[in-house]
């Protein structure tokens, strides 16, 4: 694939160092011609964001006498190239991440070369080329068994229970039988609903783990209510990454009421979402995501594209994917073009309403 350099350039506009970056992925791309180039949000640690370029593809690697194509992702800082990439390896829905003493578990890739990263003499082709030599010995990846399509539909039927509102559901009926991975749920949001949810959940027995995230200022009534009842295998967190691993994600957070108008309720959620649905998406890269929060279409629409979820994967509560009234919504109310710019929200007769940002 031939490299756009004006492209890129223009990516790269709020870069410190834009030059030197432009010159450098031009020689990635001598060796390496088919990553692809875009710019997205990255989310850190503590929940910050910053736009990013970011190229992915796969890098050949020989083990055991086969060659396998491993699909990786790294993100260039606008520091670069005095900083170095962050890495990722990128499984598809039929891998599995091996953890090892250069990968973990969400991933992300560490390596000597990184640690000791040093321009001009450190390099991107220079890192590639360790990370194939280091994945040699380790392999990061390993194929999921064909049989992990049916836990899928499994687990599907096991969201549809616990919206469906099921009683007696055998709360060990969906785990990884190889690896023992409990049933574990997160609720975002420690409102009314939130707290409603985790104690209906709670009762029902239908999660080995239960996390609540609290995104209040830590003197929200309902948490200290919900501390009293000591819950067995219910926690309460305000780490995002607290979430990692769980099955099902429950959006319950909701910013409606106390505004001047509907739309800058609306607003402000899909605001909140911006931080939350990127965050919990890396930490819950197999989860279903269940929306609750209101206006369940549009925010069920936002999540879907903030998560880069398969739309069978986020789920609204009263509504889905595929309704005539969210593709109303997709089709004729969100007029979305790229993130960031403003979104026209037309009503039903048509009338044009104030902008909000997507």
């Known amino acids: 694939m031939e490299f756009d350099c004006e492209g890129v350039r223009r990516l790269l506009g709020k870069y410190k160092f834009r030059d030197l970056t432009v010159e450098e992925l031009k020689n990635v791309n001598m060796y390496f011609p088919h990553f692809r180039y875009s710019m997205d949000t990255y989310v850190f640690k503590d929940t910050s964001q910053k736009d990013l370029l970011n190229f992915t593809g796969t890098i050949p690697v020989m083990y055991q006498g086969n060659t396998y194509n491993i699909p990786i992702r790294f993100w260039i800082l606008d520091s670069h190239p005095f900083a170095p990439p962050i890495c990722f390896l990128k499984p598809t829905a039929n891998m599995e991440i091996s953890v090892g003493k250069h990968v973990d578990a969400k991933g992300r890739i560490y390596l000597p070369y990184l640690q000791n990263w040093s321009h001009p003499k450190s390099v991107i082709v220079g890192l590639i080329k360790e990370m194939i030599a280091k994945f040699q010995e380790e392999l990061p990846l390993y194929s999921v068994p064909s049989s992990n399509e049916a836990q899928q539909v499994d687990l599907l039927a096991y969201i549809a229970k616990i919206t469906e509102g099921v009683s007696d559901i055998n709360s060990r009926g969906w785990t990884n039988h190889e690896n023992k991975i409990p049933n574990k749920i997160t609720v975002v949001g420690s409102g009314d609903l939130g707290i409603a949810c985790t104690l209906a959940i709670s009762a029902k027995g239908i999660a080995d783990k239960l996390l609540l995230l609290d995104l209040s200022d830590g003197t929200n009534q309902g948490t200290m ?134």
Request: with cysteine.
């Open 225 to 358: 209510d919900l501390d009293i009842f000591n819950l067995p295998n219910v926690e309460i967190s305000k780490d995002l990454s607290a979430s990692a691993h769980s099955k099902v994600v429950i959006f319950t957070a909701n910013s409606l009421g106390g505004f001047e108008s509907y739309l800058h309720a609306v607003q402000s959620n899909v605001d909140m979402f911006r931080t939350l649905v990127p965050a919990l998406g890396h930490y819950n890269q197999h989860a279903v995501f269940l929306v609750a929060s209101q206006p369940v279409e549009i925010m069920s629409y936002v999540t879907w594209k903030l998560s880069t979820f398969p739309a069978n994967r986020v789920i609204g509560i009263g509504c889905n994917l595929d309704s005539q009234r969210l593709q109303y919504i997709i089709m004729n109310v969100l007029k979305a073009q790229t993130s960031g710019k403003k979104v026209w929200v037309v009503g039903e007769q048509g009338e044009n309403k104030e902008p909000w940002n997507c």
